[in-house]
């Protein structure tokens, strides 16, 4: 199975992770502490802004798995999470954000999704950044 060695995944890896009575979920590998006895591996799910740690097995490479397990669930959420991995990867991370913002003054976004609903205080930010990018396309 591709998740069984925890060390193939790195902080940053865009995967999707399986919870107990969830879909595989579009996540994002956290920064790993490398401590501890536990070999579960901490990941942020897009959509749903938590973190979770989940067992390696449990996991498998975002790339190459999108057909299989990113479309066909009707969860509350999960739109909004494949959204955020193909387009914003790096909301809820403390990556560097100046890379971020020049990346959305070169390129063409699509909008959120109507009925897009955000619940982190990185919504605020967006949205300013959406707002000075409307601001130089006008």
Not at 79 to 106: C, D, F, H, Y
Request: charged share 25%.
């Amino acid at each position: 199975m591709p998740g069984e060695n925890g060390d193939q995944f790195k902080q940053g890896d865009l995967v999707f992770a399986k919870m107990k009575g969830f879909p595989h979920w579009p996540a994002r590998v956290c920064q790993c502490d490398g401590g501890g006895s536990s070999k579960r591996i901490p990941v942020y799910f897009f959509g749903k802004h938590q973190i979770g740690t989940i067992p390696p097995e449990n996991i498998v490479p975002y790339i190459g798995n999108e057909l299989k397990f990113g479309s066909g669930v009707r969860i509350e959420g999960f739109a909004e999470g494949m959204w955020e991995i193909q387009n914003t990867p790096v909301v809820g991370s403390k990556l560097k954000r100046a890379s971020r913002r020049s990346s959305l003054e070169e390129s063409n976004e699509t909008p959120r999704p109507e009925g897009h609903l955000e619940t982190s205080n990185q919504a605020a930010e967006e949205t300013d950044l959406w707002l000075q990018l409307l601001e130089v396309v006008i």
